[in-house]
């Protein structure tokens, strides 16, 4: 075990050396170092020419589910194991594998939280929100009200945290290491967020909202706000932001802000606050907590990974970055012998724009092939994929996977444009396969 992190840290900090010293190779991986590697992994490696030199597989680089490593799951009723990546505030990762839904079911739903949990409420419907500022008629409003003076829509809608892929970025960054799991794509019922704007008549100097929650601040301080994010004007006139108050049909869970919420999709999910009581229409971005300095802001121009940054020259982060999962097969799974095709499914998503093009490659990046891309529900949902691909042997493979949005930019490499905050990275992601029995299979 010591070696395997040592080999890690290697890796991570000179890829190339790292090959030549733990596995003897320079170039193409064959001979002693090849066999190093197979029995690193514990099966033959049918792609292994195809191996980028100072890549190191994926089965050593990315944990199991089992590993010691990774975080405990959580047991809370009505919520899936999730990975928990901290316990105050609340925040779990999804597994991949439990995304294999069209539209996510609340249990499976990740949990990314700022402050504590309100209490429940005992009559949602007379639960009030206040819209104010740069308004012509200021709103005060029960969810009762709101439910029988607007029209009702439901959309099937992406929600994702604005740090989803930070533990992809190198150096480390702060905060929770999400892989790709702080996602969801639920069907979500309310009223747009702009007929309720223009019942409150937008003055010309309407520009920026802020947001505003009933969730308790971790210190205990009555009065102080956990986190205030806000958005420009533009985008909470979408058709798609919503005021929500139902989750696939069912009422809003109180974990996910019931009983009235935001909808922000696309954008970080830190704008879709929940437990909403405010809606604050500003002439100035708003500068609540989280927002100003290195908060959901990435940097104009590339910084030097790992440099102490204060934000000047950052903007904010608006639209997520295009990504793929895998929803078919976890990480890590086990085959049997004799398998020659793989049956592969999952998601993709681009923010505000749309996918284009799925690829998935099984010999490590060399070779890539197009997978069934289906269009989205609506605007603003996920699109699912799909395909085969065949397998030419047993051994260790690498389902390499990633998604092409609507203007043409794909899944880097590697995560790019690092930030104190991790926030953005997007890399091609990669899930290790054995088929028949490694252990066997390198006797």
Not at 18 to 25: I, K, L, Q, S, T
Not at 79 to 97: F, G, I, N, S, Y
Not at 268 to 290: C, E, F, Y
């Amino acid at each position: 075990m010591a070696q395997e992190r040592s080999a890690q840290e290697l890796y991570r900090d000179d890829p190339e050396r790292a090959d030549a010293e733990v596995f003897g190779r320079r170039g193409a991986l064959e001979g002693p170092a090849l066999q190093a590697m197979e029995a690193a992994v514990g099966a033959p490696i049918p792609a292994a020419a195809s191996l980028p030199p100072g890549t190191l597989p994926a089965a050593i680089a990315r944990p199991g589910a089992q590993s010691a490593t990774n975080p405990a799951a959580l047991n809370l009723p009505g919520k899936a194991r999730l990975l928990v990546h901290d316990e105050t505030p609340l925040c779990a990762e999804t597994p991949e594998v439990l995304l294999d839904e069209a539209v996510t079911s609340a249990p499976n739903m990740f949990i990314r939280n700022n402050g504590g949990i309100p209490p429940e409420v005992a009559d949602p419907q007379a639960w009030r929100f206040v819209v104010d500022g740069e308004v012509n008629a200021p709103l005060s409003l029960t969810l009762g009200e709101l439910q029988s003076r607007f029209p009702v829509v439901t959309r099937q809608l992406q929600l994702e945290c604005g740090g989803n892929g930070r533990a992809f970025h190198q150096p480390a960054a702060r905060g929770n290491p999400w892989g790709n799991g702080a996602i969801s794509n639920g069907a979500w019922t309310g009223v747009r967020l702009r007929d309720v704007l223009q019942a409150a008549g937008l003055k010309p100097s309407a520009r920026f909202t802020g947001h505003y929650g009933a969730d308790p601040h971790l210190s205990g301080e009555a009065g102080k706000v956990s986190i205030a994010r806000g958005m420009r004007i533009e985008k909470a006139l979408d058709e798609d932001t919503l005021l929500a108050f139902a989750l696939n049909g069912a009422p809003l869970p109180r974990l996910h802000g019931a009983p009235l919420r935001l909808v922000v999709p696309g954008w970080p999910g830190s704008l879709s606050q929940k437990w909403l009581t405010r809606i604050w229409v500003r002439d100035a971005p708003h500068d609540g907590p989280g927002m100003g300095g290195t908060s959901y802001r990435v940097p104009r121009h590339p910084v030097i990974p790992g440099s102490a940054q204060d934000g000047r020259g950052f903007v904010e982060l608006e639209s997520m970055p295009v990504r793929s999962i895998l929803t078919s097969h976890a990480h890590g799974a086990r085959l049997a012998g004799g398998t020659r095709h793989l049956d592969l499914r999952g998601a993709a998503w681009a923010g505000d724009l749309s996918v284009q093009a799925q690829h998935v490659s099984l010999d490590f990046g060399a070779t890539w092939q197009p997978m069934t891309l289906f269009p989205a529900a609506n605007r603003h949902a996920w699109q699912r994929w799909q395909g085969r691909v065949a397998v030419p042997a047993d051994g260790y493979y690498e389902v390499w996977y990633r998604a092409t949005d609507s203007a043409g930019r794909m899944q880097p490499h590697a995560a790019a444009n690092w930030n104190p905050q991790g926030y953005g990275a997007n890399p091609i992601s990669r899930a290790a396969v054995f088929i028949g029995d490694p252990l066997a299979a390198t006797a």
